[in-house]
């Protein structure tokens, strides 16, 4: 009994400290309107292993250079691979957190006219 108290209490633990990392902001921000972006960010509040990174326009998929690679980071970017025409954007993640669980996330912005 005291044992499955203590290993009770070292997973609540280790579940505190190693909670998952998410996104903390994003460039450009959801739903915004901007000057064809440079660069596409994402600043995690935790090391975060991105796995996939899309980007797709109104004609599909657009090629992007991933500025790091599969290692975790906090601030991740991503550069399209030609300048963002005026349309509308959503970007697609998918990552692995430091405590092994699996994330994803998406946000759509405007470049305008
Ligand atoms: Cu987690």
């Not at 009994?1 to 903390?24: N, Q």
Request: proline letters at 9%; glycine letters at 8%; charged letters at 15%.
């Amino acid at each position: 009994m005291k044992t499955s108290i203590l290993a009770a209490a070292f997973a609540l633990t280790a579940t505190f400290v190693l909670a998952h990392a998410k996104p903390a902001t994003m460039t450009p921000e959801d739903g915004s309107t901007v000057t064809a972006p440079e660069v596409i960010a994402i600043h995690f509040d935790a090391p975060m292993r991105v796995t996939a990174f899309t980007l797709t326009g109104p004609d599909g998929d657009i090629a992007v250079t991933r500025t790091v690679g599969m290692e975790p980071v906090t601030q991740f970017d991503a550069a399209p691979g030609s300048p963002l025409l005026p349309a509308d954007y959503t970007v697609e993640w998918r990552g692995m957190s430091q405590d092994g669980h699996p994330m994803q996330g998406s946000f759509a912005f405007a470049v305008a006219d």
